[in-house]
């Protein structure tokens, strides 16, 4: 059973604000990776943090920014928000940033009006 | 072109069909990840595999490194099957930087 949690679940906003979004990672993991899913797509990769350095980064402007903490919980902030942006947003952890064994969150889903 | 690519992108099957979906990939990979989505958006992983074949009850997921292809195939579907099905795979040394497939939605009818 997954450990890791994402919240919200589900957040509306406006375009041009700015959104935070929150992932716990699975206990004892220290990478977790970011990615955005639009609706009938597969998910995208944005970025991976790993001990708190971001560890590699998608095709994504500079708007969308992270953070990881030092207890690896990690969150997704975008910037200017865009009707486009509106997607699942989904958090990954691994125990470490070569493991490809990853548990995923729920997702929050972001709708932009 | 994406670097992961699945077919079928819809798949409707009776109740007790073996079912086969598909994932080529075009790049250099260090595992494969077969991954189960639920309308509610939470992904679970099913296989994690880099060689031959793996079995869980009813799934089963090979892998031709050489060919650049897996499969994952599903004997006697049962309407919880129904989801989508997606495959991910990170390039080398990335760890969980997955490039992911479209996704297939299956629909097991009763």
């Known amino acids: 059973e997954t450990g890791v949690t994402q919240s919200p679940t589900h957040l509306i906003k406006t375009r041009g604000q700015q959104v935070t979004l929150r992932c716990s990672s699975q206990s004892g993991h220290n990478t977790v990776s970011w990615y955005q899913q639009a609706l009938g797509q597969g998910p995208q990769f944005i970025f991976q943090?790993?001990?708190?350095?971001?560890?590699g980064r998608g095709n994504f402007p500079p708007r969308f920014s992270g953070l990881q903490f030092p207890n690896y919980s990690s969150e997704l902030n975008v910037n200017a928000l865009e009707l486009d942006d509106s997607a699942l947003y989904l958090c990954?952890?691994?125990?470490?940033?070569?493991?490809?064994?990853?548990?995923f969150g729920q997702g929050t889903r972001l709708t932009v009006v | 072109k994406n670097e992961v690519e699945q077919s079928p992108q819809n798949l409707t099957a009776q109740e007790g069909e073996f079912i086969t979906i598909n994932c080529s990939y075009s790049v250099g990979i260090s595992a494969l990840h077969w991954l189960q989505q639920h309308p509610g958006g939470g992904i679970v992983s099913l296989f994690m595999?880099?060689?031959g074949k793996k079995k869980h009850g009813r799934l089963i997921a090979t892998i031709n490194i050489q060919e650049k292809h897996s499969s994952l195939h599903i004997t006697a579907s049962h309407p919880r099957d129904s989801a989508v099905y997606i495959c991910a795979a990170p390039p080398p040394n990335t760890g969980n930087q997955f490039y992911f497939g479209t996704g297939t939605s299956l629909t097991v009818i009763p």
């Open positions: 595999l880099s060689s």
């Open positions: 943090y790993y001990r708190e350095e971001e560890n």
């Open positions: 990954a952890s691994s125990r470490n940033r070569g493991d490809t064994e990853a548990f």
